[in-house]
């Protein structure tokens, strides 16, 4: 039997199929920037596109699929609809579990918060059964495990590591608050800030290349960045005594030394006698993604 993991992103969606063999194939593609509101609900052209994409990784892949496993950042209820989806609010109201059957009719499909199926995958690979993971990407995913079973559990919902206030006078945040790690530190966030210091936009390569070249403003504002993830760590680790924390995502695995400055950073703020071992992630920025195949494997 084929397997299919599906990495939901704000800004890409990572496809890949695997069989029992573990042959595979993978893909991704970036969303369409503006669903045409003409063509229905906001999400049609969304849903347009993934359809599309795994169509074309169907006919490439040429085996039946027989699970799915897809590693969501939206809140969704038990019903399967979509709660809200800050990064991309037109989903708001989407039923997700009829949408992805119809596409992949006779397949099983079930789908979990992206943060904590990449703790699970993170895990798996560090073969370490407790584990808080930070995803730095288009958001702040978050998952933490503990004897080797995600808190709090994933049938009580996710853990919100982005939207734990680290500045109370910070930034505005999608959620409607203000100071939360997604506020501060996602990829957008930091770009932002880059802008602002540097006096003109930045794209994401630029910001990458002067951060390792050292210069100010791409260190001052990939600095703040991982003083609000350490900062999350730190308070993750706090209140469970976990020691490892694990630094994962697209936006923080594109900048070389983002995740030994995180480490600085928890470092300082760790109280004595307390210690946590903050590291890159095995998976890089795939850490949802093979979490999505767990899933679709059943583990």
């Not at 209820?77 to 109201?93: F, I, L, M």
């Not at 608050?177 to 957008?188: E, I, K, S, T, W």
Request: charged share 20%; aromatic share 6%.
């Amino acid at each position: 039997m084929s397997f299919l993991g599906i990495d939901v992103g704000g800004t890409k969606v990572a496809l890949r199929a695997e069989d029992e063999g573990r042959e595979f194939y993978e893909t991704s593609f970036r969303w369409p920037e503006r669903p045409p509101a003409a063509d229905g609900p906001g999400w049609s052209a969304d849903l347009a596109a993934l359809g599309e994409w795994t169509t074309a990784l169907r006919e490439r892949w040429r085996r039946p699929i027989g699970s799915v496993g897809v590693a969501m950042p939206a809140s969704v209820d038990a019903e399967g609809r979509v709660v809200t989806w800050p990064n991309r609010p037109s989903w708001t109201g989407l039923d997700l579990g009829a949408a992805l059957r119809g596409l992949f009719p006779g397949a099983e499909v079930s789908w979990a918060d992206d943060g904590d199926l990449a703790a699970l995958a993170e895990a798996r690979a560090a073969g370490s059964p407790d584990v808080v993971y930070v995803g730095v990407g288009t958001g702040i995913a978050g998952g933490v495990l503990v004897a080797g079973r995600p808190l709090p559990g994933l049938d009580r919902g996710s853990c919100e590591l982005g939207h734990l206030v680290v500045d109370r006078a910070g930034p505005p945040c999608s959620c409607g608050r203000r100071g939360c790690v997604q506020a501060v530190a996602a990829g957008p966030a930091t770009l932002r800030r880059a802008a602002e210091l540097r006096g003109a936009e930045v794209a994401f390569g630029e910001l990458a290349e002067a951060f390792a070249d050292g210069d100010d403003w791409a260190v001052r504002a990939v600095r703040e960045s991982c003083r609000a993830v350490a900062a999350a760590v730190i308070g993750a680790s706090e209140l469970l005594a976990l020691e490892v924390a694990v630094i994962g995502g697209g936006f923080a695995h594109g900048i070389p030394g983002f995740t030994d400055e995180v480490a600085r950073e928890a470092a300082r703020l760790a109280r004595p006698g307390r210690h946590v071992t903050v590291r890159e992630a095995t998976l890089g920025g795939l850490s949802s993604l093979h979490g999505a195949l767990l899933l679709a494997r059943g583990a």
